[in-house]
């Protein structure tokens, strides 16, 4: 069973990977991060039952955002071992790509 | 309001932090002060009286209107609070459906940006809220055009704002519009509907 923050490392890469994803969040209210021994994976908050996603999407948008989320979601959910992923889009923004 | 409670428990903890030191001063008879003094420096004999003749006067039913008034004051104010304080929080997040939430500061964003693609609105301000459930409350300001139709204006910004919303599928409840009449060459406004 892989640690908590190889699970998080494994969703921000997947997240990453998303189409529409610019960058992982940071967390609004309180920093969105999983910590380990001198390390953190920001934007994402592993649980033990549930894995949140905190994204940035890019703006104009592909597709709505809740086919965005479930897209993140679908590719975040094979790799946090069966628990529940949430995905919070904190902030739509305007690529200078 | 919880931070309105918190305040006040804060308060009281002090308050109690505070009899505490001056217990443990009179008690032990440090710096030179004793526990029999403490009646007379708190000149809790007048407190004693007073609170001996209110509770006469309750028991008597002589109760003046002020004191009365103080009672069914400070007995609501204590039901306000604990209402309040009992009241779910509203969430910070706003649900877009099972496991998606959205930040309120993104959806005012969005707000914001189809208010500026209505030919109505000068400039705006949005409130966002989010709800129990899904979706979340929009209360917008918006300033329009001296002279235009406030009503027809309000109605297209409305329109605008939830066709905007809905094409990139954020849930809106309800959407407040006020609008001002304002000079658009830079005079202020004048008058809110």
Redesign the interface.
Known sequence: MADALQLARAASEAALATDGVIRLGTGSFAEAATYGPGEKVSGVIVMPEEVQVHVVLRYPLDKPIPEAANSIRENVSPKVEGRETTVVIEDLEVSEE | MRIFNRIVVILLLAGLFVLGIFGIVYSFNLFGYQLSQLPQILNLQTIYSGAQEAVSDAENGTLTDLTFFILVGVALVGLILLVLELKPRTP??VQ??K?????R??VK??VLNATNQSSEALDSSAKVKARRGTGAKVKLKSNVRRGENEGDARSSIKNQVSDYLG????PISRIKVKTSETDPRGKGEQRVN
């Open positions: 910070r997040l877009m459906q496991g998606t939430y959205v930040t500061n993104a964003t969005q094409q990139i599928g954020i």
